[in-house]
């Protein structure tokens, strides 16, 4: 599968869309998608939360060889959407291709729908992404593989 | 009429032209998403009206400089205005002087300056402050602070389950090392307005100094300092229609002197040698550097603003509004209200069952209607409810019963698309 597939599937998704009331009706759409996700009770633990969120938040990376695959979940739903965008698009990267994205491909996608604390809020969730990719594969040993 | 009757009297007779109050306040005729701006996070911070922005302007175009330390026409003028605005401080909370108040940032700072000086003076190892399990981080931190510092030892007055402040195991509390009561007057999170006479009588019948965090407490309602016999009372000017960088600080002036300064530098000193240093009598002593000149002055329009309105007539605005929230936010099955304590200020705290507060905060939000969600900076009192967090509206004197319906509606719409 072509690297970043997810991610501009959601991008082209939510450019498509007229205005910003479509595009919250999208993430909304997300949520309730993504409401019932199964996520380990097991991996709801302090080691996997991501600080700093309003909500509970915990991602989960399971690499496989030099790639990271992510799990995430959030109690809160439209966040839990959220955080299912953000994993889906940034999961099957090397550490290094992960630490080369920027702030731009938040932006790029177009989640003006949601309130700038939101938005501060993906750019910090990719931020944790990059932080757990470049973990090395000794680190990792424990974690939710 | 004794202040009770008064307040009730108010509450069956007031009248309150809510709509031309609204045209005070340009921010409100604002749309968000398209939608009309509700504002309901007015515990957070208020919006400002005319008069209080026209107020800053003019000072900055017209009659800016420093205080306190020019021979020139304007600093004479700024520092005239300034100390006005400590004049209508002291006459809105009923202060004995205009000396007794002290301008800091904001209330945080208020009571920082207290356990610093005060604190740091008077109260040492093995002492006890009580504060309560509904104080806001502010009314927490620098007591543990000083607690960190100083071998305090931090007591903790219980609520009950409705958010009624328990006044009999309040008074268990206070022994020989109790040196300071250190409470709320109103919770930011459930609205409950604790019993202030009657805890500085009890506080004083043991020897114990009383400082209240009147943050939410001034703005809902009269407050006379005089008459509850506080020690210390703080409170901040961007929650009752203020700037924001201005806060009080009251202080009865015998305790005032016996208080070393908080900050050193300009304007708080008398004499300043290498080999010693004198310091200014009270207020000036606890406001070191340029001080928050504009803001102060601001704060003194916003409070000629609210007593014109008529501070009694504003709470009963404000009380009719949460009889009428609760009764409509109570249609709705699935909602939760935390703090439903009698005589209550209109700050309601409430979830929906089944849906995150974030998610509902969310829908509200795209709905034009503000309100704040999450901890409210009372992270304990979180504890105690066994929640995570709530949702707060809290009702300032421009909400209608329009804007409770519009809540009310955004939040059927939430459950609606989320539950």
Known sequence: MEKLARYHEFAESLALLDDEEMRFEYILDLAKRHRNDPFPERWMRPEYAMHGCMSKVWIVDQPSEDKHFFRGHSDAAIVNGLVAMMTESFSGLTGAELSALTLDHIRKLNLGALTTQRQVGMMAMLKHLQKLGARSPQALEGTGR | ?419
């Open chain 2, 1 to 419: 009429m004794n202040a009770p009757a008064k307040a009730e009297a108010a509450r069956q007779n007031y009248a309150y032209d809510v709509e031309a109050v609204r045209a005070d306040f340009p921010i409100l005729s604002r749309t968000v998403y398209g939608k009309k701006l509700v504002y309901l996070d007015n515990g957070a911070s208020a919006q400002k009206p005319q008069a209080v922005i026209d107020c800053v302007r003019r000072c900055y175009e017209e009659e800016y400089s420093n205080v306190h330390r020019g021979a020139h026409y304007l600093s004479g003028l700024a520092t005239d205005n300034y100390e006005a605005a400590r004049g209508k401080v002291a006459r809105l909370i009923n202060a004995g002087s205009e000396d007794e108040i002290i301008f800091t940032h904001n209330a945080t700072e208020a009571i920082n300056l207290v356990a610093a000086s005060y604190g740091r003076t008077f109260i040492g190892e093995g002492d006890e402050i009580v504060i309560s399990e509904m104080e806001h981080h502010a009314n927490i931190v620098p007591w543990q602070l000083l607690a960190d510092e100083k071998g305090v030892v931090v007591r903790i007055a219980p609520i009950d389950d409705d958010g009624n402040f328990l006044i009999d195991e309040f008074e268990k509390l206070l022994n020989s090392r109790t040196k300071l009561v250190a409470l709320t007057h109103c919770s930011n999170v459930l609205g409950t307005v604790t019993p202030v006479r009657e805890i500085t009588r009890l506080a004083h019948a043991n020897g114990t100094p009383v400082l209240i965090d009147g943050a939410q407490g001034v703005v809902h309602g009269p407050v006379d300092v005089r008459a509850l016999d506080v020690d210390f009372y703080v409170f901040t000017g961007h929650k009752l229609y203020g700037p924001s960088g201005i806060g009080v600080l009251y202080g009865k002036m015998a305790i005032l002197r016996g208080m070393p300064p908080y900050q050193g530098g300009g304007d708080m000193i008398e004499r300043v040698t290498f080999e010693k240093t004198t310091y200014k009598e009270p207020p000036h002593r606890f406001e070191a550097g340029t001080p928050p000149i504009v803001q102060a002055i601001g704060l003194g329009a916003a409070i000629d603003y609210v007593r014109a309105l008529g501070i009694e007539s504003i709470a009963a605005h404000e009380h009719e509004l949460l009889v009428y929230a609760n009764e409509r936010l109570g249609e709705i099955d699935r909602v939760r209200f935390y703090g439903t304590a009698p005589g209550k200020a209109a700050i309601i705290s409430f979830l929906v069952e089944g849906i995150h507060p974030l998610d509902v905060a969310t829908i509200l939000d795209r709905e034009g209607v503000a309100v704040r969600v999450g901890k409210h900076c009372a992270d304990p009192l979180m504890d105690r409810l066994g929640v995570e967090g709530t949702l707060r509206a809290s009702i300032g004197l421009y909400n209608t019963r329009r804007d409770i319906d519009t809540l009310v509606a955004a939040t059927r719409k939430a459950i609606e698309k989320l539950g």
